[in-house]
């Protein structure tokens, strides 16, 4: 599991450039699941079949939801020295970006660091003063013609920071958000095989949640879902963060309770959690999540939803950390959720 | 050659803590010949005999580098720490870093932006308010981990990239060491000391008992110096420029060169066709501060690879800088047996 996590995490997957990780994630899902999918937007869908009920009436169709794309960062501009100009795709905290490794998609892949101004040179006061994301400039140590020659405006820049592991199961690298959650699809499916269910499920790898869930509203609508469960990180404590707004790193995944997710099934999957022992903590949401639960909840003619988050320190930065446990208890607790769903599961699903 | 930079730079050799950089200075220098030994405060001093005169020429590079020292552990598990050496606290926020003899691997995070008010991500965060975080969950846990007093330092790999560059952390001064340990490969008139100091980006302080007791005749400081030659840094504050050569110095901060030496020095360079460069912005000290000022006096120089970005996780060389360094001071060296 850690070794797909690690694999992914290195794959480019900027929002709307999703092809190279799709086919990774397209190929991994090929060994669980009946039949995988891949549509225009590079949606990828792992297909598995259940066991239809005897008595002939529809199983459920459950769409399971995690998102491959990534924040990122673009070239703007190349300066006449050739280092580059640069702006965001996605949420990104300028402050975390001096000193940064990165690579730069071109024509072809460059290896490149964010510029600091040395102290040494620095004027009293300056290090009191953020330096914005548009006086940055990225080196790729090249003199300027070979970067012209190799760079244009517009192209692509990831993050360089692969997974570390910590203490316990405890790791860190970029990306984790949502690729942890990927990762537990491929869980979801692997625990599924041990069990019996009748549903058929559509185990998605999103694309362009970080621009507005767009992956989520297209590959909804395709499916058709009787129920959506979508997938992805939520903050994790640390003594900077407000608590209130944070879930500790040890204490289990977090469901989440609000508009945005359906009450009754939300009841049925910690009624699941509490039958089975999996811990989890509670995430009260008051309005559409910032996640493709939010689109998938209004798909169509709706979709009753529910949302599974994995606390997640330092989200958007290279060192977002996680609890590997937490993606195997989410997993186990989904795939559960999915074989709880017997005939009558319809009425689950009433307000 | 670059494996031996690789070494050095990944390393963990936080001044006062330089133990892991010492132990492979020590066998690379023993496998030059040399006699090696360590003083009181832990500099190694590796020695090549001279064939001729009595002579004694002292080479300085520092294996310290900047990096942290774990002051406190909170109840949640999460350390705090002060800095060692000058860290610009900008650059601190999502970086790694390993403590410890053993590595324990950490991270120094932010809230996420998700978290932020409006105009939280223009303000500079003090380095007193991060803590390292090295996923565990409870003080009892960090305890079993790390102690205080451990150091920090940032977790970087080097890398070989662009033209001919390459990217490390520490590279001031691992890059110095490097040149001493090819120096010592050869034999020379006189004595030849080099001495791989520590504590230099605290106040030079491991140089400054290495030049009491070596009494050298005369000091070559070897430096990897700042290099600011990037967009928006105006021309007279470069220092140094990438790709041009060993910069030679007239005046740091700490010292004012030996003008024969510096002449010398430079002299050398010219006859030889060795691309250098003088050191342009009186910035940065380094150990001819200490050595230049010793007992009654050494004559004193100091040659520098010019490194971008030092004291980061990513400062940045270029290779032909390195090797045109050894260049000349292999040619000074030998140029010091006629004179």
Known sequence: MKEFLAELLDLPGVSGYEEIIARRISDEFSKYCDEVQTDSFYNVYGIKRGTAPKDGSPAPKVMLAAHMDEIALMVRDVTEEGFLRFTNIGG?????????????????????????????????GDSKTAVKMKDMCIDLGLPVEKVKALVRIGDLITFRSPLVSMAGSMVNGKSMDDRAS????????????????????????TVQEEVGTRGAIISTYRVEPDIGIAIDVTHGETPDAPRER?????????????PNLHPGLTEKLLETAGEYGIDFQ???????????????????????????????????????????????????LIALFIASLKEGWQEWLKY | MVEVLKRLTEARGVAGNEDEVREIILELAAQTGAEVSVDRMGNVIARKPGLKTGKKVMLAAHMDEVGFIISYITDSGMLKFHTVGGIDQRLLLSKRVR????????????????LQEKDERNKVIDQKQMVIDIGVHSKEEAQKLVELGDYACFDSNLVVFGDNK????????????????????????????????????IGS????VAAWHLKPDMGIVLEGTACADIPDV???????????????????????ADPELFRQMVKTAREHSIPYQLKENIAGGNDAGVIHKSRSGVPTVVVSVPCRYIHSPSSMMDLNDFNNTIRLMKEFLKGCESR
């Open chain 2, 234 to 256: 105006p021309e007279h504050m470069h220092i140094t420029k990438m790709g041009r050569g060993p910069a030679i110095s007239y005046m740091d901060r700490s010292s004012i």
């Open chain 1, 182 to 205: 990927v990762v537990m699809l491929v869980e979801v499916m692997k625990e599924l095989d041990r069990l019996k269910y009748q549903a058929e499920v559509y185990a998605t790898a």
């Open chain 1, 246 to 258: 944070t879930y500790a790193m040890n204490k289990g995944i977090v469901v989440a309770k609000g």
């Open chain 1, 92 to 124: 990104v905290d300028q402050r975390i970006l001096l000193s940064q490794e990165v690579t730069i998609h071109g024509r072809e892949k460059l290896f490149g660091i964010i510029s600091t101004i040395p102290p040494h040179i620095q004027e009293d």
């Open chain 2, 205 to 208: 302080r491991g140089g400054e």
């Open chain 2, 166 to 201: 390459v990217k490390a952390k520490a590279l001031d001064d691992r890059v110095g060491c490097a040149v001493l340990l090819e120096l010592l490969k050869d034999t020379y008139d006189f004595d030849l000391i080099a001495c791989f100091t520590v504590q230099e980006e």
């Open chain 2, 99 to 114: 403590i410890g003899k053993k590595g324990i691997p950490g991270v120094m995070g932010v809230k996420a932006i998700h």
């Open chain 1, 282 to 332: 509670l995430n009260i949401t008051s309005g559409p999540t910032g996640t493709d639960a939010r689109s998938m909840q209004i798909s169509r003619g709706g979709v009753p939803t529910v949302l599974v988050e994995l606390p997640l320190r330092y989200m958007h930065t290279t060192v977002e950390t996680l609890n590997l446990d937490h993606i195997k208890q989410g997993a186990r």
